[in-house]
Structure formats: structure tokens, C-alpha cells
């Protein structure tokens, strides 16, 4: 039987967008669109930060790495979604979908631990300015990045290697329009206790201990800036955050989203909100939070701009 149901699911059939026909090809120009925006502009930031040497500095650098985190993520939805919107064959093969749930958990996780790095630099920045440049040395930064990275890879290993060992029940039809592992484990016929446990214990590790190391992280910023005396201190140390501060809530508003609207709602187009929101809309704000919020960012993208007018002429 094990067999059986192994050799049935050789691919799986994505629904997608609860789309109407007519307006197919307005809804893939702006998801087109949309997702050019992603990748052009997290690809533009990243430009910036290794053109220009002001931008080389902690802070930067973590934010290079999330650059090129949110684009790949990006990267791993949108364009299968873009082509099941001009074709009549939905279908995924059980290859593809496993290596795209992997990617898919690789990036969210990288997302997490990455924004929690930039948690602990605003923290040293604010708290500890006196000791800025001896802490947040090169050194630590690229531990910080090499462990996200490292994490990330055993989370989404351990999950896709116990997602592979299950058998699946002759329905293949997932609501979404992309391999989510909610959806998955779903269709699978076999035992899944295993995997729900280890899916708990490594979403507890991976999404919610950075969270709270965020609250602290701000906890302490918070009270740093209440013993600020001058408005002026006040003003700078938010300005300081204020981005990062967007990204958090635009990440895990986002995350918490598609963790409990399954849970509390039966609604597929809820769902399908939250997972468009997630995937397509937080990583393409993330460029112009930053590149609005920083003037840094804005000055060298301005002398970028300048500099390109200058050899076009």
C-alpha cells in the first residue's frame, strides 16, 4: 500500500489564486510587476552597500544578506505562480514541490535569524554606544550571518527529510499556489505525529525564540531611550531603529498571519491573503523601508544616480 500511494503521487496539483478568467491578465501584470519590484529592488540595495563605502558598516551588512534573502525568497513562489496564471497545467512534480518547501523554509528561517542579528546591532548601537565598534566587530557579524545560515539549512533539511518518508492518499490537490508545508502534511495518509512534533519544536526555535530575543532586544532599547534627557537624543534613536522596527512588524505580522488564520478561519481566500502578503508583498516593501528611512541609503543612491546621468551624457 505504501508502495501504491508512493508511486500515485508523483506530483501534485496547486489551485492557486481563486482568480476569475477575465481577469487573469491584469492580475499577472501586477503580479509581474510586483515581483520585479522584489528582485530589482532588493537587488538595487544590495548594489548600493558594496559600491559605496559609507554603507559598509554592521548594520549594512546584515542588511545585504536580507536583501538577498527576500529577493531569493521571492524567487521561490512567485515565478511558478506566474506560469500557472497563463497555463491550463497546474502541476508540480513531487521533486520540484519537495525542493521548493525546502527553499521556502531556508528563506523564512534565514528572514528570521537575520532580522534577529539586526535586533542585537540596534541593541549595541543604542545601549552600548561607547562600545559599538569593539563589539559588533567583522568577526562577530560573519558568525552571526554563518549560524543564520547553518540553522536555516538544518531546519529545512530536517523538515523536508521527514516530509519525504511520509506516503500520500491518492488526493494531490493543495488549495495554495505554491508547496506550504501546512498543506502537505495535510494529504499525507501515514502517521504524522512525528513530524508535527518536530515541526512545533523547530518553529518554536526558529520563528518564535528570535521573536523574543527581539522584544528584549527593544525592551532595552525602550529603556535606554526613556533615560534619553533631550528630545533631540530621543528623535535619533528612533529614527535609528524605526526601520528595522518596520521590518519586524512587517515579517512576523505577516508569519503569525499565516499561522493562525488556517487555525481560526475556514476561509480559503483568508488564507490566500495571508500567503500572498508573505510571500509577495512583505519582501517587496522591505527596499523601500529601508532606502526611505536611511539617509545613508538615500545618499548613495542619489550619487549612484549621478554618476550613471554622468557617463550617459
Known amino acids: 500500500m505504501r508502495t501504491e500511494n508512493q508511486s500515485k503521487m508523483s506530483e501534485f496539483l496547486l489551485l492557486g489564486l481563486p482568480i476569475q478568467p477575465e481577469q487573469q491578465g491584469m492580475s499577472y501584470a501586477l503580479f509581474l ?3 520585479l519590484n522584489t528582485v530589482l529592488g532588493n537587488l538595487l540595495i544590495l548594489l548600493l552597500i558594496r559600491l559605496d563605502s559609507r ?6 551588512f546584515f542588511l545585504s544578506h536580507l536583501t538577498l534573502t527576500d529577493s531569493s525568497f521571492s524567487s521561490v513562489t512567485v515565478p511558478k505562480m506566474l506560469v500557472n496564471m497563463q497555463t491550463s497545467h497546474k502541476s508540480i512534480p513531487f521533486a520540484e514541490c519537495i525542493s521548493q518547501m525546502y527553499f521556502f523554509i531556508f528563506f523564512t528561517d534565514l528572514d528570521s535569524f ?6 542585537y546591532d540596534r541593541y ?3 545601549c552600548h554606544p561607547l562600545h559599538y565598534t569593539t563589539i559588533m566587530r567583522e568577526e562577530l557579524c560573519t558568525l552571526l550571518v554563518a549560524v543564520s545560515w547553518i540553522l536555516s539549512c538544518a531546519s529545512s533539511l530536517s523538515h523536508t527529510l521527514l516530509l519525504s ?4 492518499c491518492a488526493a494531490n490537490t493543495t488549495p495554495q499556489f505554491f508547496c506550504g508545508l501546512a498543506a502537505l502534511l495535510k494529504l499525507a495518509c501515514s502517521d504524522i505525529f512525528l513530524k508535527e512534533s518536530v515541526t512545533f519544536t523547530v518553529g518554536v526555535a526558529v520563528i518564535t525564540l528570535p521573536f523574543v530575543c527581539i522584544l528584549v532586544s527593544y525592551g532595552y532599547i525602550g529603556a535606554t531611550i526613556l533615560r534619553v534627557p533631550s528630545t533631540k537624543g530621543v528623535r535619533k534613536a528612533l529614527s535609528t531603529c524605526g526601520s528595522h522596527l518596520s521590518a519586524v512588524c512587517l515579517y512576523y505580522g505577516a508569519t503569525f498571519g499565516q499561522c493562525l488564520f488556517p487555525t481560526f478561519s475556514s476561509s480559503l481566500d483568508k488564507d490566500t491573503i495571508v500567503a500572498i502578503m508573505y510571500t509577495v508583498v512583505t519582501p517587496m516593501l522591505n527596499p523601500f523601508i ?3 528611512r536611511y539617509r545613508d541609503v538615500k545618499a548613495a543612491l542619489g550619487k549612484l ?9
Not at 114 to 119: C, D, G, N, P, V
Not at 165 to 168: E, G, H, I, T
Not at 305 to 313: K, L, N, P, Y
Open 290 to 292: 529601508y532606502s526611505l
Open 55 to 60: 554603507l559598509h558598516t554592521p548594520m549594512y
Open 124 to 126: 549595541v548601537a543604542i
Open 165 to 168: 518518508r511520509l506516503s500520500f
Open 33 to 35: 510587476g510586483m515581483y
Open 305 to 313: 544616480f549621478s554618476r550613471a546621468t554622468f557617463f550617459s551624457q
Open 114 to 119: 537575520l532580522i534577529t542579528s539586526m535586533a
